[in-house]
């Protein structure tokens, strides 16, 4: 499981010009059945993507591929979980035999 912080980087201003792709990429995500929560950074510093079900060099790649990214919108930090106990209803996060 991972989270992507995606904070505004140098080129912020430019946002809007990739919104619509930005929003494209993120239906993506959710649509492949990767990101289950995607939300914003308070106050106004970015946002963030938690991902499940992919390996980190392919979730690396995907995350490179959003125009926020390759655009210079947001500089981004990768963290890996290895999700150990959750509630039921977040059960499927942990990973089957442990």
């Not at 970015?46 to 079900?53: D, L, R």
């Not at 390759?70 to 106990?85: S, Y």
């Amino acid at each position: 499981m991972f989270i992507a912080l995606l904070r505004f980087g140098k080129n912020k201003a430019e946002a809007p010009k990739f919104m619509s792709d930005h929003n494209a990429w993120i239906k993506q995500g959710f649509d492949d059945g990767v990101f289950i929560l995607i939300g914003s950074l308070q106050p106004n510093q970015g946002g963030s993507v938690i991902a499940h079900n992919i390996s980190r060099e392919d979730f690396e790649t995907r995350v490179n591929e959003d125009p926020f990214v390759a655009n210079e919108i947001v500089d981004v930090e990768i963290l890996e979980i290895k999700p150990g106990k959750a509630v039921d209803r977040l059960g499927f996060l942990i990973p089957s035999g442990e």
